[in-house]
């Protein structure tokens, strides 16, 4: 374990409150400071239930707090959606998921909101899935796996699982599918790549039903 690493646990305490400091005034006016403060602990504590490094795992909580504060406040209607909705889940969200937000964002040109989940998220997103999404121009340096939770169901319009549907709970009014795809994890790399096309090609599907391509 790193100093750097050690320093985080140490005054994990003082990181979490000011985190949870900065995301308050973010969202001033629509989430109180202690209903910030719980979500910024509780999900600090579910990404590091996987984590095998921990001194970015502060960066990463704040990036993870603000987009589940941002689906609950969706879901609650006090931020307005002006797109569509569309949440991918896969049991270990460091491929199949990871892909097809990536894909989804590329190809839309960004006329959708993604986000991605897993059921049991790993630790880290496998080298070959970062190969291959980066044979089509899409860099995937800034992803990392994250646990499902129940505000990003709720945000969403369309549902995408990938091998994990019954860990997603299901509510009326939103659209579900469940695509078969093999989990690059058990693959070559031409097979992680296959897998890859097989998912943008159902993409652009979606995203022509939607018609915003």
Same mark, same amino acid.
């Given at each position: 374990?790193?100093?750097?690493?050690?320093? !985080?646990?140490?005054?994990? !305490? $003082?990181?979490?409150?000011?985190? @949870?400091?900065?995301? +308050?005034?973010?969202?001033?006016? #629509?989430?109180?400071?202690?209903?910030?403060?719980?979500?910024?602990?509780?999900?600090?504590?579910?990404?590091?239930?996987? @984590?095998?490094?921990?001194?970015?795992?502060?960066?990463?909580?704040?990036?993870?707090?603000?987009?589940?504060?941002?689906?609950?406040?969706?879901?609650?209607?006090?931020?307005?959606?002006?797109?569509?909705?569309?949440?991918?889940?896969?049991?270990?969200?460091?491929?199949?998921?990871?892909?097809?937000?990536?894909?989804?964002?590329?190809?839309?040109?960004?006329?959708?909101?993604?986000?991605?989940?897993?059921? @049991?998220?790993?630790?880290?997103?496998?080298?070959?899935?970062?190969?291959?999404?980066?044979?089509? $121009?899409?860099?995937?340096?800034?992803?990392?796996?994250?646990?499902?939770?129940? !505000?990003?169901?709720?945000?969403?319009?369309?549902?995408?699982?990938?091998?994990?549907?019954?860990?997603?709970?299901?509510?009326?009014?939103?659209?579900?599918?469940?695509?078969?795809? +093999?989990?690059? @994890?058990?693959?070559? +790399?031409?097979?992680?790549?296959?897998?890859?096309?097989?998912? !943008?090609?159902?993409?652009?599907?979606?995203?022509?039903?939607?018609?915003? #391509?």
């Amino acid at each position: 374990m790193t100093k750097e690493s050690l320093f !985080e646990i140490n005054d994990l !305490e $003082g990181v979490l409150a000011r985190l @949870a400091e900065r995301l +308050a005034d973010k969202f001033a006016g #629509i989430f109180s400071k202690e209903t910030v403060g719980r979500c910024t602990k509780e999900s600090y504590a579910l990404l590091a239930e996987n @984590a095998t490094v921990l001194v970015h795992l502060p960066a990463l909580t704040e990036r993870f707090v603000r987009d589940r504060l941002t689906a609950l406040a969706q879901s609650e209607f006090k931020i307005a959606k002006d797109k569509p909705e569309i949440l991918f889940i896969c049991v270990h969200n460091a491929g199949r998921s990871q892909m097809a937000a990536a894909l989804a964002i590329q190809i839309s040109s960004g006329a959708v909101c993604v986000r991605s989940a897993g059921s @049991a998220p790993s630790d880290s997103i496998p080298a070959a899935v970062h190969e291959a999404m980066n044979e089509i $121009g899409s860099n995937l340096a800034e992803a990392f796996p994250k646990p499902l939770t129940d !505000e990003f169901v709720r945000a969403a319009d369309i549902v995408i699982t990938m091998g994990c549907g019954a860990a997603c709970p299901i509510y009326p009014g939103k659209r579900y599918e469940d695509w078969e795809l +093999a989990d690059p @994890a058990e693959l070559d +790399a031409a097979g992680v790549v296959s897998v890859r096309n097989d998912i !943008e090609a159902r993409i652009r599907t979606l995203l022509t039903e939607l018609k915003v #391509i």
